[in-house]
């Protein structure tokens, strides 16, 4: 599970852009997004040995990247080829059409794809198709490489792709989990987990491969087709294996067992080895340096089950793991207190670690759009035997925060005290929210033994909304908890202000992040849903949010905050429930009811008012990079670490390190097509 960023409290806006070392965050706007250049201050202090480390480990996370991209769209691949090879041609196009091409461009790099990461929704090319031919023509005199299937001429490829590029009701949806009466969430979802599946064909069908295949129906038949050596991305997959054999030498014994086991898992493929490589994951909680490689998160598959490709690499952020690190040590303390049925608490805590880390690279699923918390394994049975790592990615939430612009807070606080409140704890809390969320929340909590582990099964698309439900009334009660301050976690003095903060900042993120759904009244994503279903619960059950309004403008103003407490609790109680039973008719009334649509003039009203600030709805990070250098007898010497401050030049970049795999894999995908 990963935490993705609350948008109220954080963004980047030009005037907050320097920090003391006027270095700036900002490279610039693209649309609705923000792109921000990523800082690993700590990466000089490594050693030369972890350096390297995270050197192979970072070319293992670039070489994955193409993979997304597939699974995302199955037209991805050869779009993106089109776009780049138009690039070095931008100069000489007409104003007007520089910059719809320029603007979809890294627009498509950003989202992996035309599909916003927030809405799920399609994006168009904003020129005429007269436009995009004229410069694929010039492209072609140019001698660059386009995606032409065998025999195609230009004008054929184009024909063929102008329909992606200009049709918004062309493939629409990337997953649609909530698609209307009488659809089908797979067939209206138009990612390239599934072709040619729906629901009702998998009925009684046993996949061997739950996380790590594409489901095909082929002449009548479901085949399985692996992520694995020999199977689907076996180019990438045989080049990320390679890094992974380089970086191990390096590797501390338990990383390199890790390491061992996720080459085993990436040969066969296997739900076992898949399992072992998971168990040596969690089992290596000393080592300075990590990764996260493979097929992870399921929030893009509208079933929850099929895993999308990620690649990350971290290093530990000492000062700040100390705090995160006392919440992990006391976690059978929560568990004892869990506001649930007794049924439900784990007797025994197993290995909660958590970490607050320095990322250097994130590619794939989390980048360059990235998460700000990551609890894993998801395997709900190794949670349970074997525990969970969690991370915190600080070097993201000081970029978030660096960034924060005081006019945005103010637009949607109601009065000067909650301004105050969310200037001086807001960062804090949030912080501390999100180390609950990931180290205490995810990791917590038993399911009923009839569920074999899988709640995700019994849940469905519902499965992904209330586990971040579930987490995040987890952090919303015990940041509360007077035993905050026993940890010295908070200072006694400002507890209520902590709080008050956090809940203020959780009531206004339900307004605020409607921005974020330009089109339509409902909403996608799963964090989304999950915050805008808790504050709506809260507020038809409780008093502990109103409504309120003055002079047109809506706000959310919270009461007290004891009231706002135990209304948590009761939520909780009933969302663990949901989960442990796997009750899905009740998961499924809660987020309709509550989380999934809004009132489409509220949404204008909100997205007015952020007009008038200029504030990006998302953010998309550009990565440091890492230069080898040699001495003269060719050893390696140091690894330097750089910020390109240049989003193009690290896309091209990354495309061209697995440009001899996406050959082959356009090959493959053209004689699918
Ligand atoms: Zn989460």
Known sequence: MDSRQRPAESRPEAEHLVDAETRTYLVERVGEAAVVQLYADGFGALGLREKVLVWHLGQAAIAGRDIYFDQRYAHNLDMRELLEALLPGWPALADGDREA???YTKLFWINTGPYNNLTAQKFVLECGPGALAAAARDAAARGARLPLRPGESVDGMLARLAPLFFDRSVDPTVTSKTPGEGRDILTASVNNLYSGVAMADLDGFEETYPLNSRLVKRGGTLVEEVYRAGGRYA???DRICMHLDAAMPYASPSM???LQALVRFYRTGSNDDRRAYDIAWVADRDSPVDTINGFVEIYMDARGRKGAWEGLVYYLHPDKTAAIARIAEHAQWFEDRMPWDPRYRKPRVTGVTARAIEVVIETGDSGPVTPIGINLPNDQEIRELHGSKSVSLS???????KSTPRSFRAEFSWDDDEIERATHWGAYASELTTNLHEVIGHGSGLVSESLKGMPEAALKEQFSAIEESRADLVALYFIA???????????GQDHEGVVRAEYESYARNALVQL??????SQIEEDHMRNRQMIVHWLMAHTDAIAMARREGKTYYRVGSLAVFRAGVARLLAEVQRIKAEGDYDAARSLMETYGVHFDPALRDEIVARVEHLDVPSYTAFVMPRLEL???AAGSIVDVTIHYPRDLTAQMLEYAEATRAERLVMLRVIAEEQ
Not at 395 to 401: D, G, K, R, S
């Open 235 to 237: 180019p990438y997959i």
């Open 395 to 401: 070097n993201v939430l000081e970029a978030y925060e």
């Open 101 to 103: 091409i320029v603007r």
């Open 629 to 631: 250098v040699h001495d």
């Open 515 to 520: 921005r974020r759904v330009r089109e339509g």
């Open 256 to 258: 390199a067992r890790a």
């Open 481 to 491: 908890d007077p035993y905050m301050v026993e940890l010295a976690l908070i200072g």
